[in-house]
């Protein structure tokens, strides 16, 4: 019975990782982030989500992301469905500090997610003089003139977050592929101490073998990892997986 647990638990998280994710298809902000806003300005932000799984989504937006003591930060709004216009209005936002190459930064998520986010980042400046609110915006998708940069896949957005330094998560400063395999032997544990009682070891033992293939298959296309990490991992895993095998076939 314990085996079956052990495969329910892949198929959920193979479901989990091969799901679709909520994207943000469009942003507005106004004024426009390509020229330097006048301090004091209003500031408005648009952000539209899409998830083609029809879940719920959701976003947050960050102003001033990073600035330990300028940093203002709206929260999650309340999950819509799929395609909604989120407005953060002028009520939400202070700029009364000049800056240069601050940082925005946009979210969303869907309900069935999880952690699992799209992330958007733009740079902005203030100074005395400058455009302000209704002079201009910026919009639509991102582009080299606005100096944005992309999420376009979720599960890399999630382990950019794990490992950001400033979040002061256990991971901050990891790599990516230092995070994958701690995510692989994590759940391979999982699977091992539910199934690894059970008498049909073998099957355990296949189990946690077409999880970590699937996994270390996953974190190459994502470029967490590189073949070479792959190597070493699966010549190791031979060794352990393969002793294991003998001890209960002669061991008894």
Excluded: H
């Amino acid at each position: 019975m314990k085996y079956v647990i052990g495969l329910v638990m892949l198929f959920v998280m193979s479901s989990i990782v091969l799901s679709a994710n909520p994207e943000i298809t469009e942003w507005t902000i106004n004024p426009c982030i390509s020229s330097t806003w006048q301090n004091g300005t209003e500031l408005e932000i648009r952000v539209k989500v899409v998830d083609t799984d029809g879940d719920q989504v959701s976003v947050r937006a960050i102003l001033w992301y990073g600035n330990a003591t300028e940093e203002q930060d709206r929260g999650w709004k309340a999950f819509a469905g799929s395609g909604t216009e989120f407005l953060f209005d002028t009520s939400n936002w202070t700029i009364s500090k000049f800056a240069d190459q601050e940082q925005i930064k946009l979210y969303a998520k869907s309900n069935a997610g999880g952690d699992i986010f799209d992330t958007i980042n733009m740079s902005f400046s203030v100074g005395e003089t400058g455009v302000e609110y209704g002079d201009c915006y910026s919009n639509d998708l991102p582009t080299a003139e606005t100096n944005v940069t992309t999420g376009d896949d979720a599960l890399t957005s999630a382990v950019d977050s794990l490992k950001d330094e400033s979040a002061g998560t256990l991971f901050s400063g990891m790599s990516s592929a230092v995070i994958w395999i701690f995510i692989m032997i994590f759940f391979s544990a999982v699977i091992w101490f539910t199934c690894g009682e059970s008498k049909a070891s073998g099957l355990t033992l296949g189990v946690l073998g077409i999880f970590n293939f699937i996994m270390l298959i996953i974190g190459v296309y994502m470029n967490f990892i590189s073949w070479i990490p792959i190597a070493i991992i699966v010549t190791i895993a031979v060794f352990i997986f393969g002793g294991v095998f003998l001890k209960k076939i002669f061991g008894g």
